[in-house]
C-alpha cells in the first residue's frame, strides 16, 4: 500500500510545526495538529500555539484541530481520533495531501498504530508503565478505552486510574475508524538533547515575559479551576501554583523548566517505543527543508 498521510513528530521545541507548514506548502498539503493541548480555546502561549507557522511567504497552510473545544470541555484520544478521520477523509477528497504534525505519543500512537496498546492484564510490567504517566496521560487512555466515561477528571487519584484502565483492558474497546487504512510517511525530528534543552529554556523565558502569565489568570477569569489547570499539566500546572501563591516566580520557573526537560525526555522514549512496535521513522537532527523535501519526494510520490 502507497502512503496516504505524512507525519512530522519529535519532542517539544525542535521545530516540527513550523517544518510540516513549509513542507505542507510545498507539497499543496493541509496539517492535523497532533497536539493535546492546542485543541482547547485560550491555551495559546502555554501550548505553543505559534499561529505565525502556519504562514509561508505569506499564504496560510491551512490547520485543523486547533482552538475547537473550550478548556471547560473534556477532549480525549478517542476524541482526537474520530476528529482525525472525518478531517482525513477530507483533506483525501479535496485531493490534498494530510500531515500529522506533533508530539503528542497517544494521540500519534492511536493514528499511526490503529491504537494497539495491548490485551489487557494486571502484569507488574504494565502497572510500572501506566504508574511513569502523568494524570492528564492516564485520564487521556481511559477517555479513549471508556468514551461513554465522559468526565475522567474526576478520577484524580493515580491508583484508582490505573485500576480503572486496567479493567478497562480487561473488557476490550471498539476501535474507531477500523475501516480507514493509513500508511504514513513518517519523519522525526529529534536534535542533540542539549540543543533542546537550550531551546526549552529560552522559549519559556520569553514566554512568562511575553504573556503567559496573563494566559492563565484569564482562564482563571473565565472559570478554569485550579484544579483543571493542574490536570492540563506544565505551564498550567505551575503557573496555577503561581497564582495560587503556593510556589514563588522563581521556584515556579525552575520547577517548570525541569518539568519541560523531563516531558521532552517521556516525548523521546515514547517515540522509541513506537519504533520497536514496528513504527518506521526516518529521524532528522534538525528541521531540515531541503532534507524532509527530498524523503518525501523519494519515498512519497516514488515509493523507493
Known amino acids: 500500500m502507497s502512503h496516504n498521510l505524512i507525519t512530522i513528530l519529535g519532542p517539544t521545541a525542535t521545530g516540527k510545526t513550523k517544518l510540516a507548514s513549509m513542507l505542507a506548502h510545498e507539497f499543496g498539503g493541509e496539517i492535523i495538529s497532533a497536539d493535546s493541548r492546542q485543541v482547547y480555546k485560550g491555551m495559546d502561549i502555554g501550548t505553543g500555539k505559534d499561529l505565525s507557522d502556519y504562514f509561508i511567504n505569506n499564504r496560510k497552510v491551512p490547520y485543523h484541530l486547533i482552538d475547537i473545544v473550550s478548556p471547560n470541555f473534556e477532549f480525549s484520544v478517542y476524541d ?14 479535496d485531493k ?49 478505552l471508556k468514551p461513554a466515561l465522559h468526565n475522567t ?54 514566554r512568562l515575559s511575553n504573556g503567559m502569565i496573563e494566559e492563565v489568570e484569564k482562564l482563571l477569569a473565565d472559570g478554569v479551576s485550579f484544579e483543571k489547570l493542574n490536570f492540563f499539566g506544565l505551564e498550567y500546572k505551575f503557573i496555577g501554583m503561581y497564582l495560587n501563591s503556593r510556589l514563588n516566580y522563581n521556584d515556579m520557573f525552575q520547577k517548570l523548566n525541569s518539568a519541560i526537560h523531563q516531558f521532552a525526555k517521556r516525548q523521546a522514549t515514547w517515540f522509541r517505543k513506537m519504533e520497536r512496535e514496528g ?3 526516518i529521524w532528522l537532527n534538525s528541521p531540515n527543508f531541503n532534507k524532509a523535501k527530498e524523503i518525501i519526494t ?3 510520490f516514488y515509493g523507493h
Open 80 to 93: 482526537f481520533k474520530q476528529e482525525f478521520i472525518k478531517t482525513f477523509i477530507q483533506i483525501t477528497v
Open 96 to 144: 490534498k495531501i494530510p500531515f500529522l504534525a506533533g508530539g503528542t505519543g497517544l494521540y500519534l500512537s492511536s493514528i499511526l498504530q490503529k491504537y494497539e496498546f495491548g490485551k489487557a492484564n494486571f502484569s507488574f510490567e504494565q502497572q510500572s508503565e501506566l504508574t511513569a504517566m502523568s494524570l492528564k496521560e492516564l485520564s487521556e487512555i481511559l477517555a479513549a
Open 153 to 206: 477528571t474526576d478520577l484524580i487519584d493515580k491508583e484508582r486510574l490505573i485500576k480503572a484502565i486496567l479493567v478497562a483492558r480487561a473488557e476490550g474497546y471498539s476501535e474507531v475508524g477500523k475501516d480507514i487504512e493509513i500508511n504514513s510517511l513518517n519523519i522525526g525530528i529529534m536534535p542533540d538533547r542539549e540543543i533542546i534543552k537550550e531551546r526549552i529554556t529560552e522559549r519559556l523565558k520569553y
Open 279 to 281: 513504527v518506521k521513522i
Open 298 to 300: 523519494q519515498e512519497y
